[in-house]
């Protein structure tokens, strides 16, 4: 599987954007970009996910770049409820493992007042 | 409300006692899977399954069993557990075993074996 790296940790103050960097060089053109969030003492979330463009939800946007080597996972306004682990995740298609979701120890968000 | 059940959610147990963890999703979801989570380790996939009566091993599947008779339901069986797997377990499905689609997960089951 791709490897994705990612931040352990980042802070953010409330109210303001956060944006959640990933990078996947090893990124193969089938591979869906996923992010996922773990709150406290709860299941992982899902977020968003993309392939190539952009992607917009009530959650968050997700920016793809170019050359798809990279992601940046885009919380327009923070909230204390942001608080939790974030996971970048690339995802195989067609295959049958595919909806295997392979969890790296993703970045930890720190939202303060 | 589409959700994914466990229970139960905290278990203590003692070695090679046999138990069962359920899970139960009331979404339709063809696509089912048992994930562990330890620190440092992240979540790992042990069993999923991609309809009824098909499951197959995921990343860590010693000392553990699954089975899914029904669409709905896809219980983690360990037959003689042992320290080593105390964890955390989540059950997740998804519509699609496809890479666009998501996971749904549980609220996750503590278990601790002594």
């Known amino acids: 599987d791709a490897k994705t790296t990612q931040p352990n940790s980042m802070e953010s103050n409330e109210e303001e954007p956060v944006h959640l960097p990933c990078n996947h060089s090893t990124i193969s053109g089938t591979d869906y970009i996923h992010w996922y969030r773990q709150l406290p003492s709860q299941g992982p979330e899902y977020v968003i996910h993309g392939l190539t463009s952009n992607v917009n939800n009530r959650m968050a946007s997700l920016a793809i770049a170019e050359d798809r080597k990279s992601s940046t996972l885009i919380l327009h306004r923070a909230t204390l409820r942001d608080a939790a682990v974030y996971y970048c995740i690339l995802r195989v298609a067609n295959t049958g493992t595919a909806s295997k979701l392979t969890f790296g120890t993703g970045t930890r968000l720190q939202v303060t007042l | 409300e589409a959700q994914v059940t466990q229970n139960p959610r905290y278990l203590i147990t003692v070695t090679g006692k046999k138990l069962t963890v359920t899970c139960s999703q009331n979404m339709n979801h063809e696509y089912m899977s048992w994930y562990r989570q330890d620190p440092g380790l992240g979540l790992r996939q042990i069993y999923y399954?991609?309809?009824?009566?098909?499951?197959d091993k995921g990343d860590v599947p010693e000392g553990y069993k699954v089975s899914r008779k029904e669409k709905r339901n896809f219980p983690l069986i360990l037959e003689s557990p042992s320290p080593n797997q105390t964890s955390l377990y989540f059950c997740a499905s998804s519509l699609s075993r496809t890479g666009g689609g998501e996971q749904f997960f549980g609220p996750g089951t503590r278990l601790t074996v002594l």
């Open positions: 399954s991609m309809n009824v009566e098909v499951t």
